[in-house]
């Protein structure tokens, strides 16, 4: 399982002088390294789920690697290569990262306010028999609609040690992303999930988990922009071990929307007593 390789991995890591890659390479897992970053402005590979970003800064010389982090699509451990001191910045270094830090604070107010009026709109065209109605709606609202191959809402590991994990149960579905990115609808088909993928599949599947077919998601930022899903259809599965797998993933989806919650809530008791967050 998953959670067993993720644990077996993390021991590893506690051997005296092991090293991550090492590690990493004797267990055949893949590794994915980030650029420099801040808590300001993630690495995109962190920005698939606010967990990833958290356990991030929570890393030291210390205790280099993070415990297993799960997430929609599997379990992250993540480690820390190092940390580059902060400096001063002079007024002509500082000057466009103001300029720049405005334009998005206005943009992710924009979005904040026209994102859940949007996706209203789409559910309402939607609700006519006439698909022309919901392509109008999206045409009028001036976003880009994009077209999504099929993919499977989880994954399973297969059984030969050396193998990484794969998509073996599938479940194609279509969306179309908006505000940025808009949704649009596609034809299912019993491929695997594509290995040029969008960076924000992740949050994409967490959307569409609990959608029935011709469902819209709610508004969901992402990165710099957002979007809204449309599913077009789920096709059967073709694994008799699918409606266990479902149930576990959409239990996964439930768990993390809960420790989100918690450490929301965490958040605000400490800003209300006063207490500033430790980052590692």
Do not use: C
């Not at 609700?127 to 880009?144: E, F, H, M, T, Y």
């Not at 399973?156 to 040690?161: A, F, L, R, Y």
């Amino acid at each position: 399982k998953l959670a067993d390789r993720a644990t077996d991995f993390t021991q590893a890591l506690l051997e005296k002088d092991a090293d991550f890659r090492q590690a990493a390479a004797k267990f055949q897992l893949p590794v994915n390294e980030t650029g420099e970053f801040t808590a300001a402005a993630p690495d995109s590979k962190l920005k698939a789920d606010p967990q990833l970003s958290a356990a991030a800064f929570k890393l030291s010389a210390q205790e280099p690697n993070s415990d297993p982090v799960q997430v929609a699509d599997g379990f992250y451990i993540l480690h820390l290569v190092g940390v580059t001191e902060t400096r001063p910045l002079t007024m002509e270094e500082a000057k466009p990262k103001i300029v720049d830090a405005i334009k998005k604070s206005r943009t992710r107010e924009l979005m904040s306010s026209k994102g859940p009026e949007l996706a209203n709109q789409l559910r309402e065209a939607a609700k006519s028999s006439a698909g022309s109605d919901l392509q109008a709606a999206i045409q009028k609202a001036g976003v880009k609609a994009e077209k999504l191959p099929p993919f499977s809402l989880f994954e399973e590991e297969t059984t030969k040690s050396q193998d990484n994990e794969t998509n073996q149960s599938k479940e194609p579905k279509s969306e179309q992303v908006s505000q940025g990115k808009e949704p649009k609808n596609e034809p299912a088909s019993q491929s695997k999930e594509p290995k040029n993928e969008p960076p924000d599949l992740p949050m994409i599947k967490q959307a569409v988990a609990f959608l029935n077919a011709g469902e819209i998601s709610d508004f969901v930022p992402s990165a710099e922009n957002g979007f809204i899903a449309i599913l077009e259809k789920r096709e059967p599965f073709a694994d008799p071990d699918a409606g266990e797998k479902k149930a576990a993933f959409e239990k996964k989806l439930l768990d993390n929307k809960q420790r989100i919650v918690l450490y929301e809530w965490l958040h605000e008791r400490q800003q209300a007593a006063g207490l500033g967050s430790r980052k590692g």
